[in-house]
């Protein structure tokens, strides 16, 4: 019987075939060009809803190959600090940040293990598009938010919305439910494909992952439960991937619903402020 254990290092293999093609951005999914070139490639969502991050310690949880960590330092953040259980990812983190020349700390550690690999005192914990997904426990998850904030700081979040996550196409191309909206810890999805998200025809070796569905309520509530004060929350018609084939890429690198199809949330997103 597999375990937890067996689940995440099946994850981390998986992570690791992806980071060696990400960073190859051969279809341009993570405009690397303009990074490189000094801009940040945040999404248009985050790049809306996130205050002036002038003079701020970020962590960011879960940074992958480190593109969006450094996007932070170029909005402005005093320092930045990635963290991912995917040691191919840091260390392509870390030397895209040489190539841009950013000062950026990356570590390689689970997200649990936040407060050991990164300290705290931080003035946010930015966490984005896939990341919860990954982890069976979200009251582990709320801790290490917990333990990294100082007293009156943040967590950002945005990330495909829990109802998406429920659906996919049937024969038809109709959005039906087919998954729980709640995975039991014992017992994740289990998915299996040969490719990544960005569009690459390159194959990845690790074609199996593990994943859990976790309700708006839980993950907000594991926050409420430790003092968090819900600052805001919107839900969007919009995400970064085609997570569905129906959704058609827009100019601002996301993607929509048809105008055909009825519409429903696609992600969302929230600010939370750890009690003072």
């Given amino acids: 019987m ?9 994850n981390r293999s998986g992570w690791n075939d992806r980071a060696d093609i ?26 809306k809803e996130l205050p002036d991050l ?24 005093a320092s930045v600090c990635g963290l991912d259980f995917s040691p ?8 895209l940040g040489e190539q841009c020349g950013i000062d950026a700390e990356f ?6 293990d936040a407060y050991e690999a990164l300290g705290g005192d931080y003035d946010m914990v930015f966490t984005t598009w896939g990341t919860l997904g990954w982890l069976d426990n979200l009251d582990k998850w709320a801790q290490a938010v917990t333990d990294v904030l100082k007293p009156g700081g943040q967590i950002y979040f945005a990330d495909m919305h829990p109802f998406c996550l429920m659906l996919e196409l049937d024969e ?17 999805l ?13 194959e990845v070796e690790s074609t199996v992952s593990y994943g859990w569905n976790h309700s708006v309520s839980k993950i907000l509530g594991v926050l409420l439960a430790r003092g968090f004060t819900l600052d805001f929350l919107h839900e969007h018609d919009c995400m970064p991937s085609r997570f569905l084939s129906i959704l058609e890429r827009h100019d601002d690198r996301m993607f929509r619903l048809p105008k055909n199809q009825p519409g429903f949330p696609l992600s969302w997103s929230f600010m939370m402020t750890k009690s003072v």
């Fill in 107 to 112: 570590h390689d550690a689970s997200v649990y």
């Fill in 190 to 202: 289990r998915f299996e494909t040969n490719v990544t998200y960005t569009g690459s025809n390159e």
């Fill in 22 to 47: 990400h960073i190859k951005d051969e279809t341009g999914f993570y405009d690397l060009e303009n990074l490189r070139a000094g801009k940040s490639v945040l999404y248009p969502i985050e790049t």
């Fill in 88 to 95: 191919k990812a840091v260390a392509h983190a870390r030397k």
């Fill in 2 to 10: 597999e375990t937890r254990e067996d689940f995440f290092e099946v």
């Fill in 172 to 188: 038809g191309s109709r959005v039906v439910p087919l998954y729980d909206y709640d995975s039991p810890k014992q017992t994740p």
């Fill in 54 to 77: 002038t003079g701020k310690r970020i962590a960011h949880f879960q940074c992958h190959i480190g593109t969006d960590t450094l996007s932070l330092k170029i909005r402005g953040a």
